[in-house]
């Protein structure tokens, strides 16, 4: 059974740093696009970043130029490298993973809290 572990979520000032990790384990198969994914409260589920098997990445317009997202294949995990981070990006942080297969798997969320 293939599962997605998040870490690195919690309470920040705003203006501080946080990274977040999402780790794979389990039987899965060669993973095409890691994906970063967060949803605000009354908000619906909005991709932040993303990121391909060679190495392209992809970002919200809100987060661009603050936030990094990077993998390590050998360890099927993505990291989001978060900085300088805003009140507007308190929301749960959801990690996706997408297969050459179009199979598809979630993280359990991790919740990241900015203070103004």
């Known amino acids: 059974q293939v599962q997605l572990v998040e870490s690195g979520g919690g309470l920040v000032q705003a203006g501080g740093s946080l990274r977040l990790s999402c780790a794979a384990s389990g039987r899965i198969s060669s993973i095409n696009a890691m994906r970063w994914y967060r949803q605000a409260p009354g908000k619906q589920r909005e991709l932040a970043a993303g990121?391909?098997?060679?190495?392209?990445?992809t970002y919200a317009d809100s987060v661009k130029d603050r936030f990094t997202i990077s993998r390590d294949n050998a360890k099927n995990t993505v990291y989001l490298q978060m900085n300088s981070l805003k009140p507007e990006d308190t929301a749960v942080y959801y990690c996706?993973?997408?297969?050459?297969?179009?199979?598809?798997?979630w993280g359990q969320g991790t919740q990241v809290t900015v203070s103004s």
């Open positions: 996706k993973m997408v297969t050459i297969f179009l199979r598809s798997y």
């Open positions: 990121i391909t098997s060679d190495g392209a990445t």
